[in-house]
């Protein structure tokens, strides 16, 4: 307990030295997120000063090791660097598909040199990645994908199409889910392999949704080749050839907590009764309405709930315990429970809050914040599949 103390106050000393005031004040929007990559442009000195020293400290991802280019803590010292981190309001130095989700599968079954090659630089923000995993005709039943990748020696050539790819037009490299072997039953034959969306052959093309915004794209694989080796041993390969879904199912549980987070966060950093606030007034130092009162209340208690029952269950993984399938309970909760809150801010406003365009309302931005969070229950995996999962898997109920 001396020795986390000690760590608490050497925390805060620094954070408090090294965090610039800007990087404490509250996101105003997607503008405002560091995603990094070789392509970044950054919004402001303060931005790359921050991930720059956040980075060389491995505190973008401190319980990576530090050889891989995190600070190798404890579950415990990570706690309290979050806890410091949000003591202070300082914003997330860099935001990542490469830590959030690549990072834990290279760890798990990638090799020393692929761990070696590709983490620094995901922890750097040098390289923005992108997930290549669901096809037109592979959503929900992702493992019928057809994206071919066959063996021309030297080389893997890929050719087929993936859907719903988020940021693949502003992401660096891509891991992706192809078919190697064909005539191999659909959960075997795949395999996870790694390339550089720079590739002749690789095209994207934006999809836009209700909001009028959309991270999404479809993805074009045309004759591209992929390098079997990227020298000193590191192969394109992840994991064993053909067992690609053995990484893709381990991914997909990292993936569902990341997405199901969300339900743990709020609405440009405010709370639900703080927004109601702003928008509707307070009488007598209270919202008159005791019905939106009670909404409120129970969803910022089911909140804090969703955020204790995250932390256990990530200390259970730390211990060995895994997550498995306690994955789609988090992701089918955490999402519902950001489309209720959603929902609550589009009422504290009435009609008003359905404003499009126009300065009010910064464009409609919570409007279309509204309409975003419906994907939630979609992307990583359908509610109604996190509930089939969590039936068989979890309560052990029999089949239909």
Not at 114 to 142: H, M, T
Not at 206 to 232: A, M, R, W
Request: charge should be neutral; charged fraction near 30%.
């Amino acid at each position: 307990m001396a020795d986390l103390e000690q760590f608490r106050a050497e925390t805060a000393r620094w954070l408090e030295e090294n965090c610039p005031k800007e990087m404490r004040a509250p996101l105003r929007g997607e503008e405002d997120i560091c995603w990094g990559g070789r392509n970044w442009k950054f919004k402001s000195e303060a931005q790359k000063v921050w991930l720059d020293r956040m980075a060389a400290k491995g505190w973008t991802t401190p319980a990576w090791p530090r050889e891989y280019g995190g600070a190798g803590l404890s579950k415990e010292e990570v706690k309290i660097l979050k806890a410091e981190m949000r003591r202070i309001g300082a914003r997330s130095p860099l935001e990542s598909f490469g830590i959030w989700m690549l990072g834990p599968a290279l760890l798990k079954y990638g090799t020393h040199e692929q761990k070696a090659r590709f983490l620094p630089p995901v922890a750097r923000g040098e390289i923005r990645w992108c997930q290549g995993y669901s096809e037109p005709n592979a959503g929900s039943d992702l493992a019928s994908l057809q994206t071919k990748c066959e063996d021309k020696g030297d080389h893997w050539l890929v050719n087929g199409q993936k859907i719903w790819t988020s940021y693949a037009d502003e992401a660096d490299w891509i891991f992706c889910l192809v078919r190697t072997d064909p005539k191999a039953p659909k959960h075997l034959g795949i395999s996870f392999i790694l390339f550089d969306m720079a590739s002749k052959g690789v095209s994207t093309k934006p999809i836009k949704l209700i909001s009028g915004k959309s991270p999404f794209c479809e993805t074009f694989f045309d004759n591209v080749e992929v390098p079997k080796s990227y020298g000193d041993g590191v192969s394109s390969v992840v994991g064993e050839l053909n067992r690609g879904w053995d990484v893709a199912k381990y991914l997909l549980t990292h993936e569902r907590e990341m997405i199901g987070a969300g339900g743990s966060g709020s609405y440009a950093n405010r709370s639900l009764g703080e927004v109601a606030a702003q928008e509707i007034g307070l009488e007598g130092g209270r919202l008159a309405d005791p019905m939106l009162r009670a909404k409120i209340a129970q969803t910022e208690i089911d909140g804090w709930a969703f955020l204790l029952t995250m932390e256990r269950m990530k200390d259970e993984a730390k211990a060995g315990q895994g997550v498995g399938a306690k994955s789609s309970m988090l992701k089918y909760y955490g999402t519902e429970l950001n489309k209720r809150r959603f929902e609550i801010s589009m009422d504290t406003g009435g009609s008003a809050q359905l404003e499009w365009e126009g300065p009010r309302t910064e464009d409609g931005k919570l409007a279309r914040m509204w309409l975003r969070t419906k994907a939630n229950s979609i992307e990583g995996g359908t509610s109604e599949v996190q509930l089939n999962i969590i039936s068989k898997r979890i309560l052990e109920l029999p089949d239909a």
